[in-house]
Nanobody, 121 residues
């Protein structure tokens, strides 16, 4: 199983961006138990951004509340982070982590490579 984060880029302050985290290599039958987005800016600790579980319950870090929304597409094995009203302090590498069940490996944690988000002021 691999997770691929995508959708990063350069956006002006106040703009929007959507990041996707897609699972591959899962086979036909799998379950995303939960998936999280984190971010890390240079010189900073990794910061929790948002999470969603298999039941659709969501949780957000303080910096994301009211501006970001996380959703999932089980058919595509993807979780999307919609980011609105972006600020320069949102600039970071965004990483996804997921706990995914497959018949062969059971439930395991997987990390995707990050995608860079740069917000210009």
């Amino acid at each position: 199983v691999q997770l691929q984060a995508s959708g990063g880029g350069l956006v002006q302050a106040g703009g929007s961006l959507s990041l996707s985290c897609t699972a591959s290599g899962t086979g036909r039958f799998f379950t995303i138990n939960h998936m999280e987005w984190y971010r890390q800016a240079p010189g900073n600790l990794r910061e929790f951004v948002a999470s969603i579980n298999s039941g659709g319950a969501t949780n957000y870090g303080d910096s994301a509340k009211g501006r970001f929304a996380i959703s999932k597409d089980n058919d595509k094995g993807a979780v999307v982070l919609h980011m609105n009203s972006l600020k320069s302090e949102d600039t970071a590498v965004y990483l996804c982590e997921g706990n995914i069940w497959t018949p062969t490996a059971g439930s395991r944690d997987y990390w995707g490579r990050g995608t860079q988000v740069t917000v210009s002021s």
